[in-house]
C-alpha cells in the first residue's frame, strides 16, 4: 500500500507557544481513498529548515496554484 498525504483544510497547523512544536493536521489517502488522519510534528528549528527548502524550491520555477 502506497499512500500520499494531505493538509486537512478545516484544520490549521498550530505551534505550541511553550516549547515552539508546530502541529501540522493530515490526512493520509490510498489514490483517492482516505486512509486515516495524523498530525505531523515538527520542532521550531524542523519548520525553519523545511520552509527554507520549500522557498528555494518554488523559486525556482512556476508554482501551481490550488
Same mark, same amino acid.
Given at each position: 500500500?502506497? $499512500?500520499? !498525504?494531505?493538509?486537512?483544510?478545516?484544520?490549521?497547523?498550530?505551534?505550541?507557544?511553550?516549547? =515552539?512544536?508546530?502541529?501540522?493536521?493530515?490526512?493520509?489517502?490510498?489514490?483517492?481513498?482516505? *486512509?486515516?488522519? $495524523?498530525?505531523?510534528?515538527?520542532? *521550531?528549528?524542523?519548520?525553519?529548515?523545511? $520552509? =527554507? *527548502?520549500?522557498? !528555494?524550491?518554488?523559486? *525556482?520555477?512556476?508554482?501551481?496554484?490550488?
Amino acid at each position: 500500500m502506497r $499512500l500520499h !498525504a494531505s493538509a486537512r483544510r478545516s484544520e490549521p497547523p498550530s505551534v505550541d507557544e511553550v516549547t =515552539g512544536e508546530v502541529r501540522v493536521p493530515l490526512a493520509l489517502y490510498e489514490v483517492d481513498v482516505h *486512509r486515516g488522519d $495524523l498530525d505531523l510534528v515538527l520542532s *521550531r528549528s524542523e519548520v525553519e529548515l523545511l $520552509l =527554507g *527548502r520549500l522557498l !528555494a524550491k518554488i523559486k *525556482r520555477g512556476p508554482v501551481a496554484v490550488l
